[in-house]
Each structure stands twice: as structure tokens, then as C-alpha cells.
């Protein structure tokens, strides 16, 4: 491309890009106000309207070529005979942007009209709009009635003053008062010949708000048929209120009927007085049931304390592969070690489970790698044999996880497709409105409330709630041991509640708070191994550790150190080891919590005043609409 050319292309580009910017701006800055807004209305015999809207326009900044309306056709029976013209101007019908034109468009819900007339800017010019409205007047037998949106919400800018006079056909008077709905104020007259009266807006009317007129008149002046959407807006005037009623007291029966479920059906019995501590473990239950028993479902907490107790009662050992160098600058690697206690076999169905699921046929397994793709596939199998042993013990009357389904999915789902389908058979009138969207609240608050509730269904037997409560003081004691023990007399204590101390959640604390006691024996079951173990196969002889339980010269059997000798030997003092078993529960942690990638990847002349109603006229009133100037 020649040098003049692509100069010529680079400034014709930015010519364009600053004239588009110059009317994006310029239509960001347009602003006008309606000095007048006066609608006449005037009825005739054949049941028709003819309308004539005078606006009165003052444009205040940026230009102007068009103004628009659109009239929509809600109970009506259609529209016609659309005219434009300034009081001095006449304006043609014309498909194209021409000025001094209008055009009119349809479409199934609206009629459109537009008009273009010159540019203009900060002047003040006034505009009429003539139609005809068809099937407008309902009748009764007791009088009939004309409802219209004569100003209708959808305007940006404000209208200083409106006047709309409706004129009644000739032999026909007002039966009641008119009628005005606005936030307005709204006076009206009605003339000495009775036939004629005058709405007259006090104050300014703001952007986005209407006013519409209701006025009853002598029936069988009007000869015409009633209007074909009569029947329909009749039928939808009558239900709403009963609708609108269902509505209210379905949101105030939704939630009580959830609240009244949960009093019969999942509510705790009633156990009387319960210590608000307790010292020991209240009964032979182990730390993961227990936690189990007391939240009612099966915690990431429940299945850690598993390992801990497992490794109390001998069945697994839990070592490390750190050195010096390690501790200091890098996380150990952890390792369960299965001890082939023949205790395992005495032992519960969802214990055994566990145990299978994490070493398979391995001896040595550990917390990292490929444990958590294979530990996932048994959880489910693992959390039915827990629930299904707390069933066993008489604590639930049912599995927990089945009375959350069964509430959570079934009897809300049945409920929802009641009242959905009550909902949706209320369609058959005109179109979904405030009156038909507030069936759907009660329901909906009833289906949220059941899913809520739903996790707090599952009741406990009578004996169930008795040991719960008990547990819960087990556990509020090891909460605040140091308020209830000295924490020297009770160091025996550790590696006996440890397990419980994981269950409830609280083990960093417990073990910040033991390793700072020298009387606080190591764990029998912890320990760690050197560098040179690493290169033994998982398939080779167990592995010795510094815990290890080691035979003395007399034959008896008794342990290496403790927590203050184990610290102490590995040079950073008694936190060391407390460092030491946090990395360990953290590795416990990931492992149980982690989802397998392949699980990852699936996972809206008399007078009066008819003043500031707020009541929406929308879906009784005729009409309605909008229009505004570009």
C-alpha cells in the first residue's frame, strides 16, 4: 500500500472513530421534560375510544430527529387509525426515516408508533398522537366501566403537568365516582352536562410512573358486544384474591409445617439432667461412632480418629521416613504400618472395612500417591457399615443418611409437584402475574425449608440421645481439660483420648497442650525411621522405629522414650514432636479430604380527589406503554 493511501486510511479511520464517538456521547447526554402530557378520552356507542395525546416537549441538551410511542394491547380488542402532527405541521404516513413521517409498527403484544421530524435542539415543540381503541369498555349489568393507562409508566424523563378528560357517549352519565390511580395526588371534576370529566394531576409526574383512570358509566348505551377479554379479566378479577390469599398463608404454613415435621419426626427424646462434664469415656463406643452419633453424619474427623484408634489398640503404627535435615526444611513423608494384630479379628464390620480399604494387600501404605483414588471408591461401603452398626446398638431407629433422603428428595419432591401443579393450572387465565407467582412461594419456602430441615431429620432413639448427651460432656471436658485436671496428673491420659481429641476436632490444641508437660508419655505407636528404610520394600519386615517397643535385659517389654526424651533427642525440644504429629494429622487430613481426580472431573358539577394510590393498574387497567424522543 502506498505511503498517501494508508495515510488516508489511517485518518479516515480515525474520522469515524471520533464522529462515533461524538454521537455515543451526544446520546448519553440527551435530556428533555414533558411540559405538558394531556390525554383526551372520549367513548363511543360502539364500544370504541378515540384517544388524542398532546405532548408538549422542552429538549434541553443534545439533538433530536424522532419521538416514538408504543401502546400496548392488553385488554383491548386492537387499535387503529394512528395519526401524527404538530399543531402547524401536518405529518405524512411513510415506511422511511423522512421527515415531517410517521410510520406504525405491530407486533403481537404492542403497537409502535414513530415519527421524524428536523433536528432540533433546546427548543420547546408539541406533538399530537390520534388512534382509535377497540373493545375497551367492559359491561355489566350494574354499569359499565372504561380502566386505561391514559400516562403510561415507561417515560425516562419527568412530565411537569397532565390533564386527561374522558367524555362519555351521549345519553350516558357517571354511576360512581371516577377514579385515579398514581402516586400522585389526582382531583377531578365532572362537568354540568355530567358527561365529561377532568383528571388533573397534582405535581410532577417522575420518570417511570403512570396514571390511569377508571370511570362507570350507564349501561346500555354502549350497543357493541362485551369485548372478547372480557370473560378472561373477569374470571382472573375474581381468583386473585383468593390466589393472593393461598399465597399468604402458604408462606406462613410452609415453614411451620417444616418446623412441625421436625417436632414429630426428628426431634431428640427428651434424657432429663445430663452431667455437664464427664472425666472418662462414658461407655466402650469408639472416637469415630461417637462423633458419628453426636453430628449424625460420618466426618472427614470420624474417619481420621479411625487411625488413631487403630493405632492405640495396636492394629496399624504410624511412622515417618524425616531426619534432622528434614524436620527442619521440608514436610516428612507418613506411612501406616499394619501390625497383623489378631485383635483385628474381633473387631467391628466397618473397622475391618477401613482397614482393607487403606492396605488392601499391602503392609506398608502410604498417605500420599495412590491411597486416595483407591480410599474414595470404599468410603460409601464404609459410611453404610458405620451407620449400620449405630442401628445395631438401638442409638438410631433407622440409618441417617436414608431419612435425609428420604426427606430431602421423596416428601419434598412430593410436596413441590402438588403445589407446582396447582401452580401451573392457575395459567389458564390471561398470564402469570403477582397474584399466580405468590401460589408458588409457599411451596417454594416449603421445598427450601425441607432441605434444610431434612439434615436435621434423622432422630435418635432414646438411648441414643442419652449416650450423645453423655458424649457431648466427654467432649466439652477434653475441651477444657486444664479447667477441670491438672494437666501433670492426667499426662497418662494422652495417648488414651488422643484418638477422641481427633474425633471432636480439637487435636492441634490437645497435643499443643500435652507437649508441653515432661510427664507425657510418647505414644507407643509413633515414631519415625531413617533414610535407609526407604530403600526396603512396602512388601519387606515391619519397620523399627524410635518408639518401638523394644525388650530390656530382664525380657519385659516397655517403651523407647517419651514425648519430652523423644524431643529432646531430636534437638528442638518437647513442640518438635508436637510439630511432628500436626504434619502427621495434616497428611491424614489431605488424604481422607482429597477427591481422586477421576471423582473431580464428574463432579422481573361535583368533585373530589382520588389521590397517591400506589396500586398497580397493570393487569386491570387497558393500554399501557411508553414512548419517549432520540
Known sequence: MDKPVRI?????????????????????????????????????????????????????????????????????DGMSGFSVYEPDQTYEYWQSKKDHSYRVREDGEKYEVIWNFPKVSRDVR????????????????????????????DHAFPINNSTITVTLPEGAEFTEPPVAFSPNTVNWTVSETGRTATFKVNGLISAYDGVAVEVAMTHGVVVAPPPSWQAQADRRA???????????????????????????????????????????????????????????????????SFLFDFAKRDFIRIVDDANLSKIKSGRPKIYLEKTNSPDVKN?????????????QSAQIRSLEGALPEKFHKYLPRLRRAIFDDLVAKDYFAEAPDKVRQRYSVSLGALIWVVWLAFFLS??????????????????????????????????KTELGAREAAKWNAFKTYLQNIEQYSDLKHVADKFEEYLPYAVAFGIERRWIHIFSQIPETPTPSWYGRREDRSLKQSHTSAPIETRTQRVQDEAGEWSSSSSLNEMGSEIGSGLNVLGSQMISTLSTIDRTVRTLPASMRSSSSSSSGSSGGSSRSSSSSSSGGGGGGFR
Open 347 to 359: 473387631s467391628s464390620n466397618y473397622e475391618r472395612n477401613l482397614l482393607a480399604s487403606i492396605f
Open 426 to 459: 392457575s395459567l389458564w387465565l390471561p398470564y402469570v402475574n403477582l397474584y399466580t407467582v405468590s401460589l408458588a412461594i409457599g411451596p417454594i419456602l416449603f421445598f427450601i425449608g425441607m432441605q434444610f430441615m431434612a439434615q436435621h431429620m434423622p432422630a
Open 126 to 153: 408539541t406533538y399530537v398522537l390520534e388512534y382509535t381503541v377497540e373493545g375497551v369498555v367492559r359491561q355489566y349489568e350494574s354499569g359499565d366501566v372504561l380502566n386505561w393507562f391514559a400516562i403510561p409508566e
Open 8 to 76: 488516508f486510511t489511517i485518518l479516515s479511520f480515525v474520522l469515524v472513530s471520533l464522529m462515533m464517538l461524538s454521537e455515543s456521547a451526544n446520546a448519553q447526554n440527551k435530556t428533555l421534560v414533558w411540559e405538558r402530557h394531556d390525554v383526551e378520552l372520549t367513548i363511543n356507542t360502539d364500544g370504541t375510544m378515540d384517544v388524542k395525546e398532546t405532548q408538549r416537549i422542552r429538549f434541553l441538551t443534545g439533538t433530536f430527529r424522532e419521538g416514538y410511542v408504543y401502546r400496548l394491547k392488553n385488554n383491548t
Open 238 to 304: 375474581f381468583f386473585e384474591p383468593i390466589m393472593l390469599l393461598i399465597g399468604i398463608l402458604g408462606v406462613i404454613l410452609g415453614p411451620l409445617s417444616v418446623y412441625w415435621i421436625w417436632l414429630k419426626k426428628g426431634k431428640d427424646p427428651e434424657i432429663g439432667v445430663v452431667p455437664d462434664y464427664i472425666t472418662q469415656p462414658p461407655s466402650g463406643l469408639s472416637p469415630g461412632l461417637a462423633n458419628t452419633l453426636i453430628a449424625e453424619y460420618v466426618s472427614h474427623a470420624a474417619i481420621k
